[in-house]
């Protein structure tokens, strides 16, 4: 965002509002996220691809830096541009575009222009989109004679392999699997030396699979076309949301960057495009996140309907109803690999020391393997939009609603049985609230798409069943001493979970309960600005920063409540929205009292926060 105020022009009048001495270490998560939902790169402030993983998200990750502890100047792993004698840069997107421009200046006036862009537009002739998994940087001289190297390290094996390359008159070849090229009208020779050479022009590379790219071979051609192409593909999206005008930018960023955590060759939306970056400094709870939660899909489409983007839903929905098919009996589980496929086995990356060096980096999430009994109330949930929204293309019928009955069978018979929760505690099961919430949230909802399609015998069936469950939820999840509804039922602690009964439709905001159950989540999970997601120790200690989607939970919350508790809720979400980087990007955890991010970046969770709050507070 820009922390100025200032609104840019596209062009030569661009002006920055992140303005950073060149070669500064980069020690915390101010990174831009580029992408076009094949692929996803994390770029830092001194023009570096620190992360970025091929041929998707969560494969190998060929540019690494940012888990190898070291500079992606020096290492394998990196992706840098460097300008000689650089002193100063300046950093921002493109308005309404996830396109990084990245400005260098030396001591004499000289400088470069880097454009850092993933292509992503309409086809011509069959309306899909063109997502190649290419990522493409374009160096223009902006004054006098500059120098700049370009050095280009590709690994293998979760960095433990350097790529072995063979040059060729305008590209590199990068050996291993799958195979790599750099298309480039740079000097070849120099790039591969990773030596010197000046700049007059405009220069293009373009990095992806081993495969030719460039129209008639002009690499800066064929990337200018896709630039224009790419730009006007974002800003149509943009203009077609109905952003609240209340902090517009920070919705749009916020839902560009949900929009590149959506795996466009099969509709599956990822927690976060890293995995393993610590919630914490020096804790053990480093996880692999980029994988398909049901929980946090339905977030991510929940938010992006509410402001005018069905097919995200329409998308995600037929890729979860495929993988349910897919199972024998149709149970889901909580969480997929972005193809529908297995889950990898959870194991550690031998060669990667962690972010900052705290390890250890894992590949896979073992949390697959619990059972979430939570998931099929986000199931049936994630298809609300098609019951109702007028954009839905694929609009609810009783085939569909059919296929989500079966979820909401499960639902029926799960309510009370023991789970790991959506926290994912790896050593206890229990009955978590929020679970059971869930479980009544998907026969709630089939009555109500039920009654939409004037199903009176089916609409009475769920509704019999969602009865049942408040009943139990109501009188086994409240405990009179803390006046207030606990994280299971017969429990004795909280859970920020709880927050969102209002917004699930299980309690109104001006309840009794919930007004009672904030006030004991004020008083014991509230520190400094953040409202934690439990402060008992589970399996590995008590936790030490914010789970930050809880604070907009919170935010929220207090929104609905109205009256005074509205105007407390708009100023904590502008404290809020100041702990974003100079990006407007989210990790998943805050530290409260130094405000610095922690967690894998950006998360979906936090990113889609933005928006309901933003909507939470305009209404």
Known sequence: MWHSGARPSVGSGLRYGCVVVYGSPVTSLDLALIGNGSIGALVDLNGAIVWCCFPRFDADPVFCSLLRGESPRDGLGGFTIELEETVRTEQQYLPDTPILVTRFYD????????????????????????????LVRQVRRIGGEPNIRVRINPAADYGCTKRSHTIGASHINYAGEPGLRLA??????????????????????????DEPVAKHGNVTSTAMEMLERTTAHWRDWVQSLNAPSDWRDAVVRAAITLQLNVYEPTGAI????????????????????????????CFVVNVLSRIGDVRATERYLAFLLDVADAADDSRLAPMYSIDGGPMPHEHEASCLVGYRGMGPVHIGNKASEQKQNDVYGEAVLSAEPLFGHSRARWAGDEALLAR?????????????????????????AR??????????????RLARYADRLKLTDRAEYWRAKAAEIHDVVSRRSWNADLNAFTATMEGHSLDASLLLMPRLGFLNADDPGFIGTVAAIEGQLKQE?????YIEADDFGHPENAFLVCTFWYIEALAAMGGDRREQARALFERVLAARNRHGLLAEDLDPRTLE???????????????????????
């Not at 009955?405 to 505690?425: N, Q, R, S, T």
């Not at 600005?529 to 997601?533: L, T």
């Not at 926060?609 to 939470?616: E, H, L, N, P, T």
Request: aromatic share 12%.
């Open 529 to 533: 600005d953040c409202i934690y997601r």
């Open 431 to 444: 009955v978590h609230t929020f679970s059971s919430i869930m479980c009544w949230v998907a026969c709630d």
């Open 270 to 297: 990822i927690a976060a495009i890293t995995t393993s970056i610590p919630e914490a400094p020096n804790t053990e709870r480093t996880w692999d996140y980029r994988y398909c939660w049901p929980r946090d899909a």
């Open 597 to 619: 991010q922690w967690g894998n970046f950006p998360q979906t969770y936090c990113m889609a926060g933005i928006v309901d709050c933003a909507i939470a507070l305009a209404e």
């Open 107 to 134: 001591e004499k006036g000289g400088g470069v222009e880097i454009t850092d862009f993933c292509p992503r537009f309409e086809k011509e002739g069959d309306g899909g989109l063109f997502c190649p998994k290419l």
């Open 184 to 209: 480039t009208d740079a000097p070849i020779e120099a790039i591969a030396a990773g030596t010197l050479f000046q700049i007059d022009e405009t220069i293009t590379l373009m990095f992806g699979l």
């Open 404 to 428: 989500l009955e079966l979820f909401g069978e499960y639902a029926a018979k799960l309510f009370d049985v023991p789970d790991a929760g959506l926290w994912e505690l790896r050593g206890s």
